[in-house]
């Protein structure tokens, strides 16, 4: 998939302010999942809503603290972190978290370590597939000055895939960005983007068709940077 955008949506994107304050407080209730929800049909008929939005993907910062208050949370849909995609008290996430378990109004705390997963979910302790995503990500300025880090790759999912993997890319600047796939021979097998993007985050996705099972690194390249992730396709 190439991401192509219009002159005027290039210049206007340009055009946005680029000091943006991040969001380091979110509001949870709980809704009845819509037909939109990426797990309608599946585990509990309710789902985790953040700033009314279901299915609220999240990008959190490592070092930052966030806090996630509930607003009427029923006692029994308990919140808290995992590392399981399912949830239903699974694979919970405790480092740097006060409050897990959070109902009613209470709050739940996440101090982000900075050796935390590269993606996380929020989930409900009790019940299954009611929370999303929470990517995780370096911060782009250190303490002694350094210059941002001009972009990050997320955590591909689903990995392994057996059809399509998705990644989000975040560039600090607009800039010229090539993004290709390799397989373990080194052999380019797909190029996802070869251009200039703006600022900001940007979804991309590996198709599998014609690829076969194994071993592939997505690898970004921007002027000198480059980061890559791997990703396993089995059917």
């Not at 409900?124 to 002694?144: K, S, Y």
């Not at 999912?157 to 057996?162: H, K, Q, S």
Request: charged share 20%; net charge negative; proline share 7%.
């Amino acid at each position: 998939m190439v991401i192509r955008f219009s002159p005027v949506v290039f210049l206007l994107l340009l055009l946005l302010p680029v000091e943006v304050q991040a969001q380091t407080s979110f509001t949870v209730t709980v809704e009845t999942k819509s037909a939109d929800h990426p797990n309608d049909g599946m585990g509990h008929p309710a789902a985790f809503v953040i700033d009314g939005e279901e299915a609220n993907e999240l990008t959190l910062v490592r070092g930052e603290t966030y806090t996630f208050q509930m607003d009427g949370t029923p006692a029994i849909h308990p919140f808290y972190l995992s590392t399981s995609e399912s949830g239903g008290g699974a694979e919970p996430y405790t480092e740097g978290v006060t409050g897990s378990g959070a109902t009613g109004d209470e709050a739940l705390t996440f101090v982000v370590p900075m050796e935390a997963p590269d993606l996380l979910w929020y989930q409900c302790q009790v019940h299954l597939f009611m929370g999303w995503r929470l990517n995780v990500v370096n911060p782009t300025a250190t303490e002694d000055g350094a210059q941002p880090q001009a972009l990050v790759l997320g955590a591909p999912f689903p990995n392994p895939f057996a059809d399509r993997t998705a990644l989000t890319l975040t560039l600090e600047t607009p800039q010229e960005v090539t993004v290709e796939v390799f397989d373990v021979s080194g052999r380019r097998v797909a190029t996802l983007h070869d251009g200039v993007l703006p600022r900001g985050e940007h979804p991309l996705a590996l198709d599998g068709t014609g690829l076969g099972d194994g071993v592939y690194v997505v690898r970004v390249q921007s002027g000198d940077e480059v980061v890559e992730r791997r990703v396993t396709l089995a059917r």
